[in-house]
């Protein structure tokens, strides 16, 4: 969540100048996400933020095709909802997850889910943190810049434990779950999603691991080597311009 109250694995080998690693998967072909990206549905303001955001490098990572059925976890600002409802299309599904709490801290949160629920193939939700309803079988849940705040300390200790669970009974075997945060120092602890709004990405892997998943690949098309690391991702110094990581876990199956 960009500002809310809320505020191992197998070595890998790597798979090209784009910054992916991998187990058994590999990159395709990013520029197929073109007619995606230039869907006439995307607000201009997405539209400009596509090439920061690495959009078709994001979507290739997450191997999301035509015909998904998709769920957005934390939607924010709805910026990757709209994404992926062109990307998966008329046949393709979008359920899209704005947390009750987050919605009742800021109204902007509730606007965007009104929004997105707009598009003829999205369903925007609005569950408690603590009872996430995912639909069954699922080809790829996917959440950027919000996973930190599963640990942010008013929410209770089990909730990132209970959502990855969650997000495993969902996920069709085979399915991905796709995470998408601001690099916290190497071991700094999960507080830090509370004083800089950042993640550990070890600590990632590890409570993905523990409900079950495999780790099937992660890019660093998004890291900044400028980036101390250590200031609040709201800073003036950094925003934007945040080093992130994609990691990119497997249901086995």
């Known amino acids: 969540m960009r500002r809310s109250l809320f505020m191992a694995a197998a070595a890998a080998i790597a ?23 230039a869907d006439p549905g995307r607000p201009a303001a997405d539209r400009a933020r596509d090439e920061a955001r690495h959009a078709a490098e994001t979507l290739d990572f997450a191997r999301v095709q035509p015909g998904q059925k998709v769920a957005d976890m934390i939607i924010g600002g709805g910026y990757f909802t709209r994404l992926f409802s062109a990307a998966v299309g008329a046949e393709g599904h979008v359920t899209a997850w ?25 369903e925007g939700v609005r569950w408690s943190l603590g009872a996430p309803a995912f639909p069954s079988d699922l080809d790829l ?4 810049q919000n996973y ?19 997000v495993f009974r969902a996920l069709k075997p085979g399915g991905l779950y796709v995470v998408v945060d601001h690099h916290a120092v190497a071991g700094a602890p999960l507080t830090a999603s509370d004083t800089v709004h950042r993640i550990d990405i070890d600590a ?13 690949g992660e890019s660093d098309i998004l890291a900044n080597p400028a980036d101390p690391r250590t200031a609040s991702v709201f800073d003036p110094s950094i925003r934007g311009r945040t080093s992130q990581f994609m990691l990119r876990f497997r249901k086995p199956g």
Do not use: M
Request: charged share 10%.
């Open 15 to 37: 798979l090209s100048s784009a910054g992916w690693t991998a187990g058994a998967a590999t990159p395709s072909d990013p520029g197929s996400y073109a007619a995606a990206l």
């Open 204 to 216: 990632v892997k590890r409570e993905v691991l523990a409900a079950g998943f495999v780790l099937d």
């Open 98 to 122: 704005q947390p009750a709490e987050f919605i009742a801290f800021q109204a902007s949160y509730g606007e965007s889910l009104t929004t997105v629920d707009a598009l003829a193939n999205v």
């Open 141 to 144: 849940v996917f959440t950027a």
């Open 148 to 166: 930190h705040d599963l640990h942010l300390n008013v929410a209770p200790a089990e909730t990132a434990a209970n959502i990855n669970a969650a």
